[in-house]
């Protein structure tokens, strides 16, 4: 079930005085609705420096602990895996060895080179072809761009009301 938009109710301005007080009215809306902005960032912040202090200290007994914990069962892995598993079984947990996804690593060359490389010994399977449209290259030539089946371009006007006087904050 959707919720019902509420009617927005409007005053219409009748003269330009009317407009003009409008305007202020505006802006006296937008510089609150900034404030309480930057009153919310400023307490997230707050909240996220209090939150990293309390877990400061935490991080590092789990740190810690987990280095000792990697140097006591590497020392006695073949013992407790009897050579067989990754696993270290244990009455509170486990501990566990696991291979990361291979991942390509290129060391001392450029990609460039290496797909140079790929190219002389033909093995375009190494290779990726993207072929993607180019809207700004249609946009630089709209009498052509227009012709094709399907594009068309559009662009709309819309309406601003700008407060003068409004803090240097709202752009940020």
Not at 21 to 43: F, M, P, S, Y
């Amino acid at each position: 079930m959707r919720a019902k938009k509420t009617a927005v109710t409007t005053t219409v301005p009748q003269t330009e005085l009317d407009a003009a007080a409008a305007l202020a009215k505006l802006g006296d809306a937008q510089r609150a609705l900034i404030n309480i902005q930057v009153a919310l960032d400023e307490a997230v912040a707050a909240a996220k420096l209090e939150a990293e202090d309390q877990a400061a200290p935490h991080r590092q007994v789990v740190e810690s602990v987990t280095y000792g914990l990697e140097i006591w069962a590497t020392a006695n892995r073949h013992e407790m895996t009897k050579g067989t598993t990754k696993t270290i079984a244990l009455s509170t947990g486990e501990l566990r060895w696991r291979l990361s996804p291979p991942a390509i690593k290129l060391r001392n060359i450029s990609a460039a080179k290496v797909i140079d490389v790929i190219q002389e010994l033909a093995l375009p399977r190494f290779l990726r072809t993207k072929v993607e449209l180019d809207k700004e290259a249609l946009l630089r030539e709209p009498d052509i761009a227009t012709k094709l089946p399907g594009v068309a371009i559009e662009h709309a006007e819309t309406f601003e009301a700008r407060p003068a006087g409004l803090p240097l904050r709202e752009v940020a």
